[in-house]
């Protein structure tokens, strides 16, 4: 079953504003990954943030993680034309045995965000 | 340098036909995955290799077949293709071993686009 779920499912902005996307899921996790993908392109990772983590920033871009809430938001800053693209969320919350999760996200359907010149 | 490639980029093919998809990863990555996209462009995982051993295999039907030979490479087989079988699919790999942390990001081919006529 899905296990994210991302709001908005579309977003168009102009150059220069925030761009927030959500992201929600059902089962606890060990972390939530961002991937951003370009038309006719393969997923390419953002951020990587832990069960254990609250808040993560990288450049223009600000996770932030609710494990109560089981929620989690990206916020891309300052945007810009080249930030067009899918975004998706992704839970990894497998657990084989030995305690070890071989990465097996689990994606919401992503947002659409448009970015404006 | 492409980090993960897949071959074909482009699959036209006609119902009933058997098909494989190659990929390969120069990233030094223990564990590998199959992903399929499909038209609304949810994305679902179908298996995943770690060193050769399969360690993820959803419930993907027994037509569909992957294929270790090296760490480096894990193709993808479909026998019977169906016109369901129509998404794109997506090879990607991760440094994800036993015994050490599993919070690792994944790197995404550029996809191979089925058509099934």
């Known amino acids: 079953s899905q296990q994210g779920e991302e709001d908005p499912q579309a977003l168009s902005i102009q150059e220069g504003e925030n761009a927030t996307m959500n992201c929600s899921y059902k089962t606890s996790i060990n972390n939530l990954q961002w991937y951003r993908q370009n038309s006719g392109r393969g997923l390419v990772h953002l951020i990587l943030i832990r069960s254990n983590e609250r808040e993560k920033h990288s450049g223009r871009l600000r996770v932030t993680l609710d494990t109560s809430k089981k929620s989690s938001s990206l916020l891309i800053t300052a945007s810009r034309a080249a930030d067009t693209a899918s975004y998706f969320c992704?839970?990894?919350?497998?657990?084989?045995?030995?305690?070890?999760?071989?990465?097996?996200?689990?994606f919401g359907q992503g947002t659409i965000l448009t970015v404006h010149p | 340098d492409t980090a993960v490639s897949q071959t074909p980029k482009y699959l036209v093919t006609q119902m009933g036909n058997d098909k494989s998809i190659k990929c390969e990863q120069n990233l030094g990555h223990d564990t590998m995955y199959w992903y399929k996209q499909d038209s609304k462009k949810f994305l679902k995982i179908m298996f995943s290799?770690?060193?050769?051993?399969?360690?993820i295999n959803e419930t993907v039907p027994n037509r569909f077949s992957p294929k270790s030979p090296d760490k480096a490479h894990l193709n993808l087989h479909i026998n019977s293709l169906e016109l369901g079988d129509s998404a794109v699919y997506f090879c990607?790999?991760?440094?994800?071993?036993?015994?050490?942390?599993?919070?690792?990001?994944?790197?995404f081919g550029d996809g191979t686009r089925l058509s099934i006529l």
């Open positions: 990607a790999s991760s440094p994800a071993k036993i015994g050490t942390g599993m919070d690792q990001p994944q790197h």
């Open positions: 290799y770690n060193n050769k051993e399969l360690i």
């Open positions: 992704a839970t990894d919350a497998g657990l084989l045995a030995g305690g070890t999760s071989y990465g097996k996200l689990t």
